[in-house]
Nanobody, 122 residues
Framework: QVQLVESGGGLVQAGGSLRLACAAS????????MGWFRQAPGKEREFVAA???????VYAESVKGRFTISRDNAKNTLYLQMNSLKPEDTASYYC????????????????WGQGTQVTVSS
């Protein structure tokens, strides 16, 4: 099991940037696929981005070109750089870890952080 704690959320104006971090503790962080998901009020949790242990990345179409996912295995930390933020990006953002996952499928991840709120004003 790996424990995850997100940070870096906040209130920003449209067009601004935020960098989210997910600090991991526990065993073999480098052996996990990692993902970011978000959930807005009244909506289901949706896939944002993922990075496999190999470094291969996948992005939701809605964030492609604006967000960048990365990982620093030496620091046991996952990042999400968010640029050109839009009001529709407003949501609680969660990091997740799993093994042998279909990266866009939330139920394939069995380790979740507590979430960090991102609010983008119009």
């Amino acid at each position: 099991q790996v424990q995850l704690v997100e940070s870096g959320g906040g209130l920003v104006q449209a067009g601004g940037s935020l960098r989210l971090a997910c600090a991991a503790s526990g065993r073999t962080f480098s052996s996990y696929d990692m993902g970011w998901f978000r959930q807005a009020p009244g909506k289901e949790r949706e896939f944002v981005a993922a990075i496999r242990m190999s470094g291969y990345t996948v992005y939701a179409e809605s964030v492609k070109g604006r967000f960048t996912i990365s990982r620093d295995n030496a620091k046991n930390t996952l990042y999400l750089q968010m640029n050109s933020l839009k009001p529709e990006d407003t949501a609680s953002y969660y990091c997740a870890a799993g093994r042998s996952v279909v990266v866009v499928r939330s139920r394939d991840y069995d380790n979740w952080g507590q979430g960090t709120q991102v609010t983008v004003s119009s």
